[in-house]
Protein backbone atom coordinates (compact mmCIF):
# COMPACT_ATOMS: atom_id res chain seq x y z
CA UNK A 1 0.00 0.00 0.00
CA UNK A 2 1.58 3.62 -0.90
CA UNK A 3 1.76 6.01 1.50
CA UNK A 4 0.90 9.02 -0.10
CA UNK A 5 0.65 11.42 3.08
CA UNK A 6 4.40 13.23 1.82
CA UNK A 7 4.43 15.27 -1.19
CA UNK A 8 6.01 13.11 -4.06
CA UNK A 9 5.75 11.62 -7.17
CA UNK A 10 4.82 8.27 -7.17
CA UNK A 11 4.37 5.38 -9.64
CA UNK A 12 1.65 2.86 -10.26
CA UNK A 13 1.12 0.03 -12.56
CA UNK A 14 -1.77 -0.75 -14.91
CA UNK A 15 -2.75 -2.69 -17.51
CA UNK A 16 -5.38 -1.35 -19.72
CA UNK A 17 -8.94 -3.34 -19.79
CA UNK A 18 -8.70 -5.57 -22.75
CA UNK A 19 -10.81 -4.09 -25.99
CA UNK A 20 -14.25 -4.89 -25.89
CA UNK A 21 -15.47 -8.15 -26.65
CA UNK A 22 -18.10 -9.53 -29.07
CA UNK A 23 -21.16 -11.37 -28.75
CA UNK A 24 -21.33 -15.16 -28.63
CA UNK A 25 -24.34 -17.28 -28.81
CA UNK A 26 -25.67 -15.80 -31.82
CA UNK A 27 -27.02 -18.90 -34.44
CA UNK A 28 -27.44 -19.17 -37.98
CA UNK A 29 -30.64 -21.03 -38.38
CA UNK A 30 -30.72 -22.93 -41.91
CA UNK A 31 -34.41 -23.91 -43.05
CA UNK A 32 -37.45 -23.52 -45.40
CA UNK A 33 -39.61 -21.01 -45.59
CA UNK A 34 -42.88 -20.57 -47.84
CA UNK A 35 -41.58 -17.03 -49.16
CA UNK A 36 -38.45 -15.25 -47.85
CA UNK A 37 -35.27 -12.73 -49.02
CA UNK A 38 -32.62 -14.89 -50.33
CA UNK A 39 -29.80 -13.16 -48.40
CA UNK A 40 -28.84 -13.85 -44.52
CA UNK A 41 -31.45 -11.94 -42.33
CA UNK A 42 -30.91 -10.46 -39.08
CA UNK A 43 -33.63 -10.83 -36.40
CA UNK A 44 -33.97 -9.41 -32.58
CA UNK A 45 -36.88 -9.85 -32.43
CA UNK A 46 -39.90 -13.24 -33.43
CA UNK A 47 -41.78 -10.76 -35.28
CA UNK A 48 -39.15 -9.65 -37.60
CA UNK A 49 -39.12 -13.33 -38.63
CA UNK A 50 -42.77 -13.09 -39.39
CA UNK A 51 -42.34 -9.76 -41.06
CA UNK A 52 -39.76 -11.74 -43.57
CA UNK A 53 -40.97 -14.81 -44.23
CA UNK A 54 -43.99 -16.34 -44.96
CA UNK A 55 -45.78 -19.46 -42.09
CA UNK A 56 -44.06 -22.49 -42.43
CA UNK A 57 -45.60 -25.46 -44.29
CA UNK A 58 -46.43 -28.68 -42.26
CA UNK A 59 -43.31 -30.20 -41.35
CA UNK A 60 -41.08 -26.87 -41.75
CA UNK A 61 -39.22 -26.82 -38.40
CA UNK A 62 -37.31 -23.35 -39.28
CA UNK A 63 -40.20 -20.78 -37.76
CA UNK A 64 -40.76 -23.11 -34.51
CA UNK A 65 -36.72 -23.34 -34.12
CA UNK A 66 -36.18 -19.53 -34.47
CA UNK A 67 -39.43 -18.97 -32.05
CA UNK A 68 -38.03 -21.16 -29.58
CA UNK A 69 -34.59 -19.34 -29.70
CA UNK A 70 -36.07 -16.03 -28.67
CA UNK A 71 -38.46 -17.90 -26.18
CA UNK A 72 -35.79 -18.74 -24.42
CA UNK A 73 -34.35 -15.45 -24.43
CA UNK A 74 -31.84 -15.44 -27.33
CA UNK A 75 -30.82 -12.31 -28.12
CA UNK A 76 -29.63 -12.32 -31.84
CA UNK A 77 -29.67 -14.79 -34.39
CA UNK A 78 -29.44 -15.03 -38.48
CA UNK A 79 -31.91 -16.61 -41.03
CA UNK A 80 -30.51 -18.43 -44.20
CA UNK A 81 -33.66 -19.23 -45.98
CA UNK A 82 -33.22 -22.28 -48.35
CA UNK A 83 -35.24 -23.49 -51.24
CA UNK A 84 -37.00 -26.70 -51.73
CA UNK A 85 -35.40 -28.10 -54.99
CA UNK A 86 -35.03 -31.25 -54.04
CA UNK A 87 -31.67 -31.59 -53.88
CA UNK A 88 -31.85 -30.54 -49.75
CA UNK A 89 -27.35 -31.55 -49.49
CA UNK A 90 -26.74 -29.51 -52.22
CA UNK A 91 -28.74 -26.19 -51.07
CA UNK A 92 -27.99 -26.99 -47.49
CA UNK A 93 -24.11 -26.37 -48.30
CA UNK A 94 -25.42 -23.26 -50.42
CA UNK A 95 -27.12 -21.57 -47.56
CA UNK A 96 -23.65 -22.54 -45.33
CA UNK A 97 -21.39 -21.00 -48.45
CA UNK A 98 -24.16 -17.73 -47.10
CA UNK A 99 -23.27 -18.19 -43.89
CA UNK A 100 -19.45 -17.86 -44.16
CA UNK A 101 -19.78 -14.43 -44.56
CA UNK A 102 -21.47 -13.71 -41.32
CA UNK A 103 -18.74 -12.78 -38.86
CA UNK A 104 -21.09 -12.71 -35.81
CA UNK A 105 -23.00 -16.12 -35.61
CA UNK A 106 -20.55 -18.74 -33.63
CA UNK A 107 -23.85 -21.41 -34.32
CA UNK A 108 -25.21 -23.29 -36.73
CA UNK A 109 -28.60 -25.27 -36.19
CA UNK A 110 -30.33 -26.40 -39.08
CA UNK A 111 -33.58 -28.29 -38.15
CA UNK A 112 -35.04 -28.66 -41.29
CA UNK A 113 -32.48 -31.32 -41.64
CA UNK A 114 -34.94 -33.49 -39.93
CA UNK A 115 -37.31 -32.93 -42.90
CA UNK A 116 -35.71 -35.94 -44.05
CA UNK A 117 -37.10 -38.12 -41.01
CA UNK A 118 -40.49 -37.53 -42.37
CA UNK A 119 -39.95 -39.22 -45.60
CA UNK A 120 -42.14 -42.27 -46.60
CA UNK A 121 -40.64 -45.35 -45.13
CA UNK A 122 -39.36 -43.67 -41.84
CA UNK A 123 -36.19 -41.89 -41.21
CA UNK A 124 -33.88 -41.24 -44.23
CA UNK A 125 -30.71 -41.56 -41.58
CA UNK A 126 -27.76 -41.63 -44.20
CA UNK A 127 -29.39 -38.41 -45.77
CA UNK A 128 -29.20 -36.93 -42.41
CA UNK A 129 -26.20 -37.71 -41.03
CA UNK A 130 -24.80 -36.42 -44.22
CA UNK A 131 -25.77 -33.37 -43.96
CA UNK A 132 -25.33 -32.88 -40.35
CA UNK A 133 -21.37 -34.28 -41.14
CA UNK A 134 -21.34 -31.26 -43.99
CA UNK A 135 -22.39 -28.96 -40.38
CA UNK A 136 -19.88 -29.96 -38.89
CA UNK A 137 -17.32 -29.84 -41.52
CA UNK A 138 -18.28 -26.03 -42.09
CA UNK A 139 -17.65 -25.51 -38.56
CA UNK A 140 -14.51 -27.23 -38.69
CA UNK A 141 -13.17 -25.50 -41.51
CA UNK A 142 -14.94 -21.90 -40.64
CA UNK A 143 -13.17 -21.46 -37.15
CA UNK A 144 -15.05 -20.56 -34.11
CA UNK A 145 -18.91 -21.95 -34.99
CA UNK A 146 -20.53 -24.54 -32.97
CA UNK A 147 -23.37 -26.78 -34.34
CA UNK A 148 -26.46 -27.79 -32.37
CA UNK A 149 -27.64 -30.83 -33.58
CA UNK A 150 -31.31 -32.72 -33.54
CA UNK A 151 -31.37 -35.81 -32.88
CA UNK A 152 -33.00 -38.79 -35.20
CA UNK A 153 -36.00 -40.89 -32.42
CA UNK A 154 -35.23 -43.86 -32.26
CA UNK A 155 -32.29 -44.08 -34.49
CA UNK A 156 -29.89 -41.75 -32.53
CA UNK A 157 -27.00 -44.31 -31.34
CA UNK A 158 -26.65 -45.22 -35.21
CA UNK A 159 -26.74 -41.30 -35.91
CA UNK A 160 -24.24 -40.85 -33.50
CA UNK A 161 -22.26 -43.43 -34.50
CA UNK A 162 -21.86 -41.28 -37.96
CA UNK A 163 -20.62 -38.00 -36.75
CA UNK A 164 -17.83 -37.35 -35.62
CA UNK A 165 -16.33 -33.31 -35.37
CA UNK A 166 -14.97 -31.86 -32.43
CA UNK A 167 -17.14 -28.22 -32.60
CA UNK A 168 -20.59 -30.05 -32.47
CA UNK A 169 -23.20 -31.69 -30.08
CA UNK A 170 -25.70 -33.72 -30.56
CA UNK A 171 -29.30 -32.89 -28.50
CA UNK A 172 -32.25 -35.97 -27.61
CA UNK A 173 -35.20 -36.41 -27.47
CA UNK A 174 -37.13 -33.82 -29.49
CA UNK A 175 -39.52 -31.45 -27.34
CA UNK A 176 -43.38 -30.76 -27.50
CA UNK A 177 -44.65 -27.32 -28.07
CA UNK A 178 -48.00 -26.46 -28.11
CA UNK A 179 -49.81 -26.87 -31.36
CA UNK A 180 -53.03 -26.66 -33.12
CA UNK A 181 -55.85 -27.36 -30.49
CA UNK A 182 -53.68 -27.06 -27.56
CA UNK A 183 -52.18 -31.19 -28.40
CA UNK A 184 -48.27 -30.68 -28.19
CA UNK A 185 -46.84 -30.36 -31.00
CA UNK A 186 -42.85 -32.23 -31.19
CA UNK A 187 -39.93 -30.83 -32.93
CA UNK A 188 -36.33 -30.65 -33.13
CA UNK A 189 -34.52 -28.90 -29.90
CA UNK A 190 -31.86 -27.27 -32.12
CA UNK A 191 -33.90 -23.93 -31.51
CA UNK A 192 -34.83 -24.25 -27.97
CA UNK A 193 -31.16 -24.95 -26.83
CA UNK A 194 -29.71 -22.07 -29.18
CA UNK A 195 -31.29 -19.83 -26.98
CA UNK A 196 -30.30 -21.52 -23.90
CA UNK A 197 -26.81 -20.93 -25.05
CA UNK A 198 -27.07 -17.18 -25.99
CA UNK A 199 -29.00 -16.80 -22.33
CA UNK A 200 -26.20 -18.60 -20.65
CA UNK A 201 -23.34 -16.91 -22.41
CA UNK A 202 -25.03 -13.44 -21.35
CA UNK A 203 -25.89 -14.27 -17.90
CA UNK A 204 -22.36 -15.95 -16.61
CA UNK A 205 -19.98 -16.71 -19.84
CA UNK A 206 -19.22 -18.80 -22.73
CA UNK A 207 -17.30 -21.05 -19.98
CA UNK A 208 -20.56 -21.53 -18.36
CA UNK A 209 -21.86 -25.43 -19.71
CA UNK A 210 -25.02 -24.96 -21.40
CA UNK A 211 -26.47 -27.62 -19.11
CA UNK A 212 -28.65 -28.06 -16.30
CA UNK A 213 -30.64 -25.67 -17.57
CA UNK A 214 -34.61 -24.98 -17.85
CA UNK A 215 -36.38 -24.93 -21.64
CA UNK A 216 -38.57 -22.82 -21.77
CA UNK A 217 -42.34 -22.55 -23.48
CA UNK A 218 -42.17 -26.93 -23.46
CA UNK A 219 -44.73 -29.20 -22.88
CA UNK A 220 -43.37 -32.83 -23.08
CA UNK A 221 -40.80 -34.78 -24.31
CA UNK A 222 -41.36 -37.47 -26.86
CA UNK A 223 -39.82 -39.94 -25.32
CA UNK A 224 -39.12 -39.69 -21.51
CA UNK A 225 -35.63 -41.52 -20.98
CA UNK A 226 -34.54 -43.83 -17.71
CA UNK A 227 -32.00 -43.48 -15.86
CA UNK A 228 -30.19 -46.54 -18.04
CA UNK A 229 -31.15 -44.86 -21.23
CA UNK A 230 -29.86 -41.88 -19.99
CA UNK A 231 -26.35 -43.54 -19.15
CA UNK A 232 -25.95 -45.18 -22.07
CA UNK A 233 -26.31 -42.04 -24.26
CA UNK A 234 -24.35 -40.09 -22.47
CA UNK A 235 -21.27 -42.53 -22.51
CA UNK A 236 -21.75 -41.91 -26.43
CA UNK A 237 -22.30 -38.21 -26.24
CA UNK A 238 -25.42 -37.87 -26.44
CA UNK A 239 -26.58 -35.15 -24.96
CA UNK A 240 -30.19 -35.69 -23.02
CA UNK A 241 -33.35 -33.46 -22.06
CA UNK A 242 -34.68 -34.74 -19.34
CA UNK A 243 -38.07 -33.60 -17.17
CA UNK A 244 -37.56 -32.98 -13.52
CA UNK A 245 -40.65 -32.80 -10.97
CA UNK A 246 -40.62 -29.16 -9.71
CA UNK A 247 -37.98 -28.10 -11.93
CA UNK A 248 -38.93 -28.19 -15.49
CA UNK A 249 -37.72 -29.80 -18.32
CA UNK A 250 -34.19 -29.25 -18.57
CA UNK A 251 -30.84 -29.84 -21.01
CA UNK A 252 -29.19 -32.98 -19.58
CA UNK A 253 -25.63 -33.15 -20.78
CA UNK A 254 -22.40 -30.97 -22.07
CA UNK A 255 -20.92 -33.06 -24.33
CA UNK A 256 -19.28 -32.64 -27.59
CA UNK A 257 -19.22 -35.03 -30.59
CA UNK A 258 -15.18 -35.35 -30.52
CA UNK A 259 -12.63 -37.80 -30.22
CA UNK A 260 -10.10 -36.36 -28.37
CA UNK A 261 -11.10 -35.94 -24.29
CA UNK A 262 -9.14 -32.79 -24.58
CA UNK A 263 -12.37 -31.01 -26.47
CA UNK A 264 -15.43 -33.44 -24.39
CA UNK A 265 -16.59 -30.83 -23.02
CA UNK A 266 -18.89 -27.53 -24.85
CA UNK A 267 -17.68 -25.29 -22.23
CA UNK A 268 -14.55 -26.16 -22.91
CA UNK A 269 -14.43 -26.17 -26.70
CA UNK A 270 -16.54 -22.84 -27.23
CA UNK A 271 -13.91 -20.82 -24.31
CA UNK A 272 -11.23 -22.34 -27.16
CA UNK A 273 -13.16 -21.00 -29.93
CA UNK A 274 -14.25 -17.99 -28.46
CA UNK A 275 -10.54 -16.83 -27.23
CA UNK A 276 -9.29 -17.82 -31.40
CA UNK A 277 -12.06 -15.54 -32.64
CA UNK A 278 -11.07 -12.65 -30.27
CA UNK A 279 -7.17 -13.07 -31.20
CA UNK A 280 -7.83 -13.39 -34.93
CA UNK A 281 -9.89 -9.75 -34.38
CA UNK A 282 -7.06 -8.03 -32.42
CA UNK A 283 -4.39 -9.60 -34.61
CA UNK A 284 -5.63 -8.00 -37.43
CA UNK A 285 -4.70 -4.02 -36.54
CA UNK A 286 -1.18 -5.20 -35.92
CA UNK A 287 -0.77 -6.40 -39.60
CA UNK A 288 2.06 -3.97 -40.92
CA UNK A 289 3.22 -2.78 -37.49
CA UNK A 290 7.01 -2.54 -36.84
CA UNK A 291 8.07 -5.91 -35.97
CA UNK A 292 9.98 -5.71 -32.96
CA UNK A 293 10.09 -5.23 -29.49
CA UNK A 294 7.21 -2.48 -28.97
CA UNK A 295 5.20 -4.71 -31.12
CA UNK A 296 5.87 -7.97 -29.00
CA UNK A 297 5.33 -6.30 -25.58
CA UNK A 298 1.69 -4.57 -26.71
CA UNK A 299 0.94 -8.09 -27.91
CA UNK A 300 2.05 -9.40 -24.70
CA UNK A 301 0.02 -6.79 -22.44
CA UNK A 302 -3.21 -6.76 -24.59
CA UNK A 303 -3.08 -10.88 -24.68
CA UNK A 304 -2.62 -11.64 -20.76
CA UNK A 305 -5.19 -8.96 -20.05
CA UNK A 306 -7.86 -10.51 -22.03
CA UNK A 307 -6.81 -14.34 -20.80
CA UNK A 308 -6.70 -12.51 -16.97
CA UNK A 309 -10.45 -11.81 -17.43
CA UNK A 310 -11.11 -14.95 -18.67
CA UNK A 311 -9.26 -16.08 -15.42
CA UNK A 312 -11.32 -13.89 -12.99
CA UNK A 313 -14.29 -14.90 -14.63
CA UNK A 314 -13.58 -18.69 -13.60
CA UNK A 315 -13.04 -19.76 -17.22
CA UNK A 316 -9.38 -20.91 -16.48
CA UNK A 317 -8.22 -23.23 -13.47
CA UNK A 318 -5.64 -22.56 -11.65
CA UNK A 319 -4.64 -20.86 -8.06
CA UNK A 320 -3.63 -18.02 -10.00
CA UNK A 321 -3.18 -16.51 -12.93
CA UNK A 322 0.36 -17.99 -13.32
CA UNK A 323 -0.62 -21.26 -13.41
CA UNK A 324 -4.03 -20.45 -15.51
CA UNK A 325 -2.19 -19.08 -18.68
CA UNK A 326 0.88 -18.19 -20.58
CA UNK A 327 1.70 -15.55 -23.60
CA UNK A 328 5.16 -15.55 -24.65
CA UNK A 329 6.17 -13.60 -27.49
CA UNK A 330 9.88 -12.13 -27.33
CA UNK A 331 13.33 -12.94 -29.01
CA UNK A 332 12.73 -16.80 -28.60
CA UNK A 333 9.98 -16.74 -30.08
CA UNK A 334 10.66 -14.35 -33.16
CA UNK A 335 14.53 -15.30 -34.23
CA UNK A 336 15.64 -12.80 -36.99
CA UNK A 337 14.89 -15.41 -39.80
CA UNK A 338 11.02 -15.33 -38.23
CA UNK A 339 11.59 -11.34 -38.80
CA UNK A 340 12.80 -11.55 -41.91
CA UNK A 341 10.29 -13.88 -43.29
CA UNK A 342 7.71 -11.29 -41.77
CA UNK A 343 6.21 -13.04 -39.45
CA UNK A 344 5.38 -12.02 -35.49
CA UNK A 345 4.94 -15.18 -33.80
CA UNK A 346 3.09 -15.89 -29.89
CA UNK A 347 2.95 -18.91 -27.86
CA UNK A 348 -0.18 -18.71 -25.92
CA UNK A 349 -1.25 -21.23 -23.40
CA UNK A 350 -4.75 -21.62 -21.49
CA UNK A 351 -5.66 -24.24 -19.02
CA UNK A 352 -9.85 -24.46 -19.55
CA UNK A 353 -11.85 -25.49 -16.79
CA UNK A 354 -14.35 -28.23 -17.03
CA UNK A 355 -17.82 -28.45 -15.73
CA UNK A 356 -18.65 -30.64 -12.25
CA UNK A 357 -20.96 -33.57 -14.38
CA UNK A 358 -20.85 -35.92 -11.80
CA UNK A 359 -21.67 -34.26 -7.80
CA UNK A 360 -20.24 -37.17 -5.51
CA UNK A 361 -21.54 -36.82 -1.99
CA UNK A 362 -20.06 -39.45 0.41
CA UNK A 363 -22.52 -39.69 3.35
CA UNK A 364 -20.53 -41.33 6.17
CA UNK A 365 -22.70 -43.25 9.15
CA UNK A 366 -20.60 -44.01 12.72
CA UNK A 367 -21.85 -45.28 15.27
CA UNK A 368 -19.90 -43.75 17.99
CA UNK A 369 -19.76 -40.39 16.11
CA UNK A 370 -17.76 -39.13 13.02
CA UNK A 371 -14.85 -37.34 12.90
CA UNK A 372 -12.77 -35.69 9.59
CA UNK A 373 -9.06 -36.81 9.75
CA UNK A 374 -6.40 -35.27 6.92
CA UNK A 375 -4.44 -37.57 5.39
CA UNK A 376 -0.74 -37.77 6.53
Known amino acids: MVDYRAPGIYRQESYPAPAPSFLTGVPVFLGYAKAGPPEPQMLTLWPQFEAWFEPAQPGDYLAHAVRGFFENDGLLCYVVCMEDTGAPIEELRRGLAAASLLE ?62 DNGALYYPW ?15 CGHVAGIYSRSDRRVGVHKAPANEPIECVLDLQINLDQQELGRLYEQEVNCLRAFPGRGIRVWGARTLSADPAWRYINVRRVFLTLARWIERFMDALVQEPNDIRLWVRIMRDLSAYLENLYQRGALKGRAPDEAFFVKCDSETNPQAVIDAGMVVTEVGVALAAPAEFVVVRIIHGASGVSITTAS
Do not use: W
Open 175 to 189: IGSPGPGGAPLYLPP
Open 104 to 165: NADLICAPDVMRMAGAAGGPNLDAITAMQQDILDHCRNHGGRFAILDGVASKVEDQRSSLAG
